[in-house]
């Protein structure tokens, strides 16, 4: 297909499940990737840094490293397509992997920092991913093929954390710095996504959308790009961001509260495995929610979901059950927001606007999410859990009274 030749609807419909596929897998290798990073990050910045108060540093600066790439690499990929911006952000990404091997051969503190920085660009990656999902997305469709290449980040990030036993040993007959085994997994499936997205993204499913927004003549399929709507965008960002700075403030402090209140760490850990599979495996049914009831009224689900599991979470924290319960409960409303609210982002924002939206929406994301857990950390100490649980739920109301501001200047029904 040449840049000028014309796209059928049956061809075009090709190209997007093509397109849904090879970002899936791209996920799913992204997940393995990250999952075994975060896995060593905390137990490496103590080690380097001899200080266990330092630990949290390397969840923090790769959150901050997403942040701090997820504008330029949105940019990029208005320019120059997702095809690169993709490939780009894991590259980044690679390198960072590789500047943490340095930095803990030569026990570096500042260098590992710097290197989970430049980590956090394959996350960026990762999330730009889900927006990449529905360029090619019709209003019937937008929300499934989104939520389906959300649902393969299940994958990675169940196996990604396994990896790192078979890892070590890896590492270890390799001749490879102490805890640094488990990076050679995430050094393949990295190199391994770069190339699925050099080779198998094409078309570039971004430059092929832009040139159909740009036809003289439309059709249905040709009218992917929609009346900008920025009150509808606005809401989508706040929404989004509102669901994610509550997900990760509770969720960061449970682990520490059920080890206070006696739990194992079989009880925790199957606790959080069961809050991500909340996140993550039920995010088509979501998708298809949001496709047929609309994207606010399953943003508003998901508000209601978190509102539950705030107050299980608080009204039930001596219980391991009741925080259990509260937090899937978390993963659950987190995924209908973020699936629901990535959706009308996309459907909201002209052509021209859209990348910078979505690169405006993941930098929120991420600052409130390293803010959340930091500030959660505070009120936690002074509070307690359940304060910190009923805290939240201003978020969640003040996101659940904006809802009608989504609906300014509408197009079509959202």
């Known amino acids: 297909m040449t840049a000028s030749a014309p796209v059928d609807a049956d061809e075009l419909r090709r190209i997007r499940r093509r397109t849904v596929g090879v970002l899936s897998l791209g996920q799913v290798l992204g997940g393995v990737a990250f999952g075994a990073t975060i896995s060593l990050g905390a137990i490496l910045a103590a080690d380097i840094s001899g200080d266990d108060a330092f630990s949290g540093l390397a969840t923090a600066l790769v959150t901050l490293g997403t942040a701090a790439i997820a504008v330029p690499l949105a940019r990029l990929a208005h320019r120059r397509g997702r095809r690169l911006a993709l490939a780009t952000g894991m590259s980044v990404a690679l390198l960072g992997v590789g500047v943490v091997i340095g930095a803990v051969s030569l026990r570096a503190f500042p260098l590992l920092l710097l290197g989970f920085a430049l980590i956090g660009a394959g996350q960026a990656a990762n999330l730009q991913s889900r927006f990449a999902a529905a360029d090619l997305a019709t209003d019937a469709s937008r929300g499934r093929d989104l939520s389906i290449v959300v649902w393969a980040t299940t994958v990675g990030a169940v196996l990604g954390p396994n990896l790192v036993g078979p890892g070590q040993a890896l590492g270890d007959a390799l001749g490879m710095p102490a805890l640094t085994g488990p990076y050679v997994f995430t050094v393949v ?226």
């Open 189 to 414: 499936a990295q190199v391994l996504a770069i190339g699925l997205y050099l080779v198998a993204l094409r078309p570039d499913p971004l430059l092929l959308a832009q040139r159909i927004a740009a036809a003289p003549a439309g059709g249905a399929f040709a009218r992917i790009a929609r009346v900008d709507r920025p009150a509808a965008a606005t809401y989508a960002i706040v929404a989004i961001a509102g669901a994610h700075a509550v997900m990760v403030a509770v969720m960061a402090m449970t682990p520490v509260h059920l080890t206070h209140h006696g739990a194992s760490l079989e009880v925790v850990g199957l606790t959080i495995s069961l809050h991500i599979a909340g996140m993550y495996a039920l995010s088509p049914v979501f998708g298809i929610l949001a496709d047929r009831a609309g994207r606010v009224p399953t943003i508003l689900i998901g508000q209601a979901l978190l509102a539950a599991a705030l107050l299980v979470a608080a009204l039930g924290q001596e219980s391991s059950l009741a925080v259990t319960i509260g937090l899937v409960l978390l993963g659950l409303g987190w995924s209908a927001s973020t699936v629901a609210g990535s959706t009308l982002l996309v459907e909201s924002s002209s052509e021209q606007l859209r990348t910078a939206r979505q690169g405006r929406s993941d930098l929120t994301m991420s600052l409130v999410g390293g803010i959340g857990a930091i500030l959660a950390g505070v009120v936690l100490g002074g509070i307690g859990y359940g304060g910190l649980a009923l805290l939240a739920l201003i978020v969640v109301a003040g996101v659940a009274v904006l809802s009608p501001y989504a609906r300014r200047g509408a197009a079509a029904p959202a």
